[in-house]
């Protein structure tokens, strides 16, 4: 199935959980707030939340500085 992750198609398997989408990605958990939808998702959903088809994500990384 399909979802879109910052602005690209990103092709998944049903039932893909979005901890298990974010390590696909290479991307740590607690490095990202996720959008899906609109709706912020909170990191402790992130292991049981089930990505839904056709789902808009955006990935929003922290950046450091000083």
Request: charged share 30%.
């Amino acid at each position: 199935m399909q979802i879109i992750c910052n602005d690209e198609k990103k092709e998944i398997r049903p039932g893909t959980a979005l901890v298990a989408f974010l390590a696909e990605l290479g991307v740590k958990p607690d490095t990202v707030f996720v959008e899906c939808n609109g709706v912020i998702i909170k990191r402790d959903e992130y292991e049981t939340y089930v990505l839904p088809e056709g789902a808009r994500l955006e990935l929003i990384r922290f950046v450091g500085g000083g």
